[in-house]
């Protein structure tokens, strides 16, 4: 069976950071490209960063959070990370992790995500 595990969010202040975990079984994730997304309540959940499979070399970011939030992945761990530093109150909403490719209207296959709100 199929887990993501997120966890790592909370409530941080305008320009705080915070690094985000999801922990994958039932998949040898080694082998796969992964991502991170969020939702906002009412919106549709949208890609933030994703990085290539194995070595994790290659990494792609959305533009809102370009230069602000880095991707990595610990394959041993099977864990993959979000660090987000200078976060604003736009970054609010629950954060998922997922294989790349997922696509993010996806009804089905998502872990509880994890909540990041940013105060001003």
């Known amino acids: 069976q199929v887990q993501f595990v997120e966890s790592g969010g909370g409530l941080v202040q305008s320009g705080g950071s915070l690094r985000l975990s999801c922990v994958v079984s039932?998949?040898?994730?080694?082998?796969?490209?992964m991502a991170w997304f969020r939702q906002v309540p009412g919106n549709q959940r949208e890609l933030v960063a994703s990085?290539?499979?194995?070595?994790?070399?290659?990494?792609n970011y959305a533009d809102f959070v370009k230069g602000r939030f880095t991707i990595s992945r610990d394959n041993a761990k099977k864990t993959i990370y979000l660090q987000m530093n200078d976060l604003k109150p736009e970054d609010t909403a629950v954060y998922y992790c997922?294989?790349?490719?997922?696509?993010?209207?996806?009804?089905?296959?998502w872990g509880q995500g994890t909540q990041v709100t940013v105060s001003s």
């Open positions: 997922n294989t790349a490719g997922t696509p993010s209207d996806d009804p089905s296959g």
């Open positions: 990085i290539s499979a194995v070595s994790g070399s290659t990494t």
């Open positions: 039932g998949l040898v994730v080694r082998v796969l490209p």
